[in-house]
Protein backbone atom coordinates (compact mmCIF):
# COMPACT_ATOMS: atom_id res chain seq x y z
CA UNK A 1 0.00 0.00 0.00
CA UNK A 2 1.46 3.14 -1.06
CA UNK A 3 0.95 6.57 1.52
CA UNK A 4 -1.05 8.20 -1.19
CA UNK A 5 -3.15 7.44 -4.32
CA UNK A 6 -3.58 10.95 -6.15
CA UNK A 7 -0.87 13.46 -5.82
CA UNK A 8 -0.36 16.76 -7.13
CA UNK A 9 3.64 17.48 -7.73
CA UNK A 10 4.49 20.64 -7.86
CA UNK A 11 8.28 21.56 -9.21
CA UNK A 12 10.01 24.20 -9.50
CA UNK A 13 10.97 25.71 -13.16
CA UNK A 14 14.40 27.29 -11.44
CA UNK A 15 15.42 23.56 -10.37
CA UNK A 16 15.31 22.13 -14.03
CA UNK A 17 18.37 24.67 -14.55
CA UNK A 18 20.05 22.29 -12.07
CA UNK A 19 23.20 24.74 -12.30
CA UNK A 20 22.74 27.04 -14.26
CA UNK A 21 20.68 30.42 -13.73
CA UNK A 22 17.83 29.87 -16.93
CA UNK A 23 17.11 26.62 -19.57
CA UNK A 24 16.38 23.51 -19.19
CA UNK A 25 19.24 20.84 -17.93
CA UNK A 26 18.56 17.72 -19.69
CA UNK A 27 20.02 15.44 -16.94
CA UNK A 28 17.82 17.13 -14.49
CA UNK A 29 14.84 16.85 -16.27
CA UNK A 30 15.77 13.14 -16.76
CA UNK A 31 16.04 12.58 -13.30
CA UNK A 32 12.57 13.65 -12.64
CA UNK A 33 11.16 11.51 -15.31
CA UNK A 34 12.81 8.21 -14.11
CA UNK A 35 11.41 9.47 -10.45
CA UNK A 36 8.14 10.40 -11.79
CA UNK A 37 7.76 7.26 -13.33
CA UNK A 38 8.73 5.08 -10.63
CA UNK A 39 5.86 6.28 -8.56
CA UNK A 40 3.59 5.88 -11.26
CA UNK A 41 5.00 2.26 -11.77
CA UNK A 42 3.48 1.60 -8.33
CA UNK A 43 -0.10 3.16 -9.35
CA UNK A 44 0.02 6.53 -8.15
CA UNK A 45 -2.09 8.87 -10.03
CA UNK A 46 0.05 12.18 -10.57
CA UNK A 47 -1.27 15.65 -11.61
CA UNK A 48 2.62 18.04 -11.88
CA UNK A 49 2.22 21.62 -12.12
CA UNK A 50 5.73 22.96 -12.96
CA UNK A 51 7.08 26.26 -12.82
CA UNK A 52 8.31 28.70 -15.08
CA UNK A 53 10.82 30.80 -13.12
CA UNK A 54 13.98 28.84 -15.33
CA UNK A 55 12.56 31.21 -18.60
CA UNK A 56 10.88 34.20 -17.18
CA UNK A 57 9.00 35.08 -14.30
CA UNK A 58 6.00 37.75 -14.60
CA UNK A 59 6.82 39.58 -11.34
CA UNK A 60 10.61 40.15 -12.69
CA UNK A 61 9.63 41.43 -15.42
CA UNK A 62 7.09 44.01 -14.40
CA UNK A 63 10.25 45.19 -11.91
CA UNK A 64 11.77 45.53 -15.44
CA UNK A 65 8.86 47.73 -16.73
CA UNK A 66 7.37 45.03 -18.57
CA UNK A 67 3.34 45.29 -18.25
CA UNK A 68 2.10 43.18 -15.54
CA UNK A 69 -0.59 41.06 -17.56
CA UNK A 70 1.64 40.88 -20.15
CA UNK A 71 4.30 39.70 -17.99
CA UNK A 72 2.78 37.48 -16.23
CA UNK A 73 1.20 36.17 -19.26
CA UNK A 74 4.72 35.51 -20.47
CA UNK A 75 5.00 33.26 -16.93
CA UNK A 76 2.44 31.22 -18.46
CA UNK A 77 4.12 30.54 -21.47
CA UNK A 78 7.16 29.34 -19.82
CA UNK A 79 5.46 27.00 -17.93
CA UNK A 80 4.10 25.40 -20.90
CA UNK A 81 7.32 25.20 -22.43
CA UNK A 82 8.48 23.24 -19.36
CA UNK A 83 5.71 21.18 -19.26
CA UNK A 84 6.20 20.28 -22.70
CA UNK A 85 9.88 19.55 -22.20
CA UNK A 86 8.99 17.23 -18.80
CA UNK A 87 6.16 15.70 -20.85
CA UNK A 88 8.66 14.51 -24.27
CA UNK A 89 10.54 13.25 -20.81
CA UNK A 90 8.19 11.04 -20.07
CA UNK A 91 7.44 9.61 -23.40
CA UNK A 92 11.25 8.79 -23.51
CA UNK A 93 10.65 6.24 -20.57
CA UNK A 94 7.20 4.94 -21.45
CA UNK A 95 4.71 6.77 -19.34
CA UNK A 96 1.68 7.96 -20.88
CA UNK A 97 0.76 11.87 -20.15
CA UNK A 98 -1.03 14.59 -21.18
CA UNK A 99 -0.47 18.40 -20.59
CA UNK A 100 -3.45 20.25 -20.20
CA UNK A 101 -3.64 24.13 -20.60
CA UNK A 102 -5.29 26.71 -18.74
CA UNK A 103 -5.50 28.77 -22.37
CA UNK A 104 -7.05 27.32 -25.02
CA UNK A 105 -3.80 26.48 -27.15
CA UNK A 106 -4.83 22.93 -29.34
CA UNK A 107 -2.94 21.40 -30.38
CA UNK A 108 0.06 22.20 -27.85
CA UNK A 109 -1.92 20.82 -25.03
CA UNK A 110 -5.23 20.30 -24.62
CA UNK A 111 -7.73 22.59 -23.04
CA UNK A 112 -8.19 22.23 -19.10
CA UNK A 113 -11.05 20.82 -16.72
CA UNK A 114 -11.46 19.15 -13.92
CA UNK A 115 -13.31 15.83 -15.28
CA UNK A 116 -11.21 15.68 -18.45
CA UNK A 117 -7.80 15.42 -15.48
CA UNK A 118 -9.46 12.85 -13.68
CA UNK A 119 -10.61 10.88 -16.20
CA UNK A 120 -6.87 10.90 -17.70
CA UNK A 121 -5.30 10.17 -14.10
CA UNK A 122 -8.00 7.09 -13.92
CA UNK A 123 -7.15 5.87 -17.36
CA UNK A 124 -3.27 5.74 -16.36
CA UNK A 125 -1.95 8.84 -17.80
CA UNK A 126 0.20 11.52 -15.99
CA UNK A 127 -1.33 14.54 -16.19
CA UNK A 128 0.73 17.84 -16.50
CA UNK A 129 -1.24 21.20 -15.90
CA UNK A 130 0.41 24.31 -17.34
CA UNK A 131 -0.47 28.06 -17.79
CA UNK A 132 -0.87 28.42 -14.07
CA UNK A 133 -4.65 29.36 -13.35
CA UNK A 134 -4.77 30.85 -17.08
CA UNK A 135 -5.24 34.77 -15.04
CA UNK A 136 -2.21 37.10 -14.44
CA UNK A 137 -1.27 37.97 -10.73
CA UNK A 138 -1.41 33.98 -9.25
CA UNK A 139 1.67 32.57 -9.24
CA UNK A 140 2.09 28.66 -10.25
CA UNK A 141 2.29 27.81 -6.01
CA UNK A 142 -1.48 29.21 -6.27
CA UNK A 143 -2.22 27.44 -9.58
CA UNK A 144 -0.72 24.26 -7.90
CA UNK A 145 -3.62 24.38 -4.85
CA UNK A 146 -6.11 25.49 -7.07
CA UNK A 147 -5.20 21.69 -9.20
CA UNK A 148 -4.30 19.88 -6.13
CA UNK A 149 -8.36 20.78 -4.89
CA UNK A 150 -9.64 20.34 -8.08
CA UNK A 151 -8.37 16.88 -8.57
CA UNK A 152 -8.91 15.60 -4.97
CA UNK A 153 -5.58 14.90 -4.91
CA UNK A 154 -4.65 13.42 -1.50
CA UNK A 155 -1.65 15.98 -0.81
CA UNK A 156 0.51 18.64 -2.82
CA UNK A 157 3.86 17.14 -2.91
CA UNK A 158 6.40 20.39 -3.63
CA UNK A 159 9.75 19.71 -4.72
CA UNK A 160 12.04 22.21 -4.15
CA UNK A 161 15.68 22.23 -3.81
CA UNK A 162 15.77 21.47 0.38
CA UNK A 163 14.58 19.21 2.67
CA UNK A 164 11.68 20.40 4.23
CA UNK A 165 10.88 23.98 5.80
CA UNK A 166 13.39 25.83 8.09
CA UNK A 167 12.68 28.03 11.13
CA UNK A 168 14.61 30.31 8.73
CA UNK A 169 16.35 30.13 5.12
CA UNK A 170 19.27 27.08 6.01
CA UNK A 171 21.29 28.58 2.80
CA UNK A 172 21.57 31.83 4.78
CA UNK A 173 21.37 31.12 8.42
CA UNK A 174 23.43 27.60 9.75
CA UNK A 175 21.15 27.97 13.03
CA UNK A 176 17.69 26.94 11.25
CA UNK A 177 16.51 24.26 12.42
CA UNK A 178 14.06 22.07 10.13
CA UNK A 179 10.51 21.29 11.34
CA UNK A 180 9.03 17.38 10.58
CA UNK A 181 5.41 19.12 10.80
CA UNK A 182 3.93 22.14 11.07
CA UNK A 183 0.07 23.34 10.99
CA UNK A 184 -0.60 25.98 8.52
CA UNK A 185 -2.02 28.36 11.53
CA UNK A 186 2.13 28.28 12.50
CA UNK A 187 3.09 29.05 9.06
CA UNK A 188 1.29 31.97 8.81
CA UNK A 189 1.87 32.98 12.14
CA UNK A 190 5.41 32.72 11.41
CA UNK A 191 5.71 34.12 8.02
CA UNK A 192 7.61 30.94 6.36
CA UNK A 193 7.75 31.32 2.69
CA UNK A 194 6.37 27.75 2.21
CA UNK A 195 4.20 29.22 -0.67
CA UNK A 196 2.72 32.44 -1.34
CA UNK A 197 -0.44 33.50 1.00
CA UNK A 198 -3.50 32.64 -1.21
CA UNK A 199 -1.79 29.17 -2.16
CA UNK A 200 -1.76 28.63 1.54
CA UNK A 201 -4.74 29.98 2.59
CA UNK A 202 -6.36 28.03 -0.40
CA UNK A 203 -4.76 24.40 1.42
CA UNK A 204 -6.12 25.23 4.18
CA UNK A 205 -9.54 26.04 3.75
CA UNK A 206 -9.83 22.67 1.36
CA UNK A 207 -7.42 20.72 4.27
CA UNK A 208 -5.41 19.79 1.73
CA UNK A 209 -1.86 18.98 3.10
CA UNK A 210 1.37 19.75 1.38
CA UNK A 211 4.74 17.81 2.22
CA UNK A 212 7.55 19.75 1.34
CA UNK A 213 10.74 17.50 0.51
CA UNK A 214 14.41 17.65 -1.77
CA UNK A 215 13.16 16.27 -5.27
CA UNK A 216 16.79 16.89 -6.44
CA UNK A 217 18.02 13.96 -4.70
CA UNK A 218 17.20 10.85 -7.09
CA UNK A 219 14.92 8.29 -5.24
CA UNK A 220 12.96 10.87 -2.39
CA UNK A 221 10.17 11.05 -4.84
CA UNK A 222 9.62 7.40 -3.84
CA UNK A 223 10.77 7.36 -0.23
CA UNK A 224 7.66 10.24 0.40
CA UNK A 225 5.25 7.71 -1.31
CA UNK A 226 6.77 5.07 0.93
CA UNK A 227 6.19 6.70 3.53
CA UNK A 228 9.47 7.76 4.83
CA UNK A 229 9.60 10.81 6.85
CA UNK A 230 12.33 12.83 4.68
CA UNK A 231 10.69 16.13 4.33
CA UNK A 232 8.57 18.53 6.74
CA UNK A 233 4.39 17.97 6.36
CA UNK A 234 2.23 21.20 6.35
CA UNK A 235 -1.35 20.05 7.89
CA UNK A 236 -4.67 21.59 9.22
Known amino acids: MTRFKRILLKLSGESLAA ?3 TGIDEQRLAD ?5 KEVHDMGVQIG ?12 KGAQKGFDRVKGDQMGMMAT ?13 VGVKNKVLTAIRMEPVGEFYSKW ?15 AGTGQPYFTTDTGS ?17 VDG ?10 TATKFTDITYEEVLARNLKVMDLSAVVMCNDNNLPIY ?3 MDIVGNLKKVIDGEDIGTLVHP
Open 212 to 214: VFN
Open 32 to 36: YARQI
Open 48 to 59: IVIGGGNIFRGL
Open 116 to 130: KAIDAMNDGFVCIFS
Open 165 to 174: IYTADPEKDP
Open 145 to 161: SLRGVEIEADVMLKGTR
Open 80 to 92: VINSLALSSALDS
Open 19 to 21: GGK
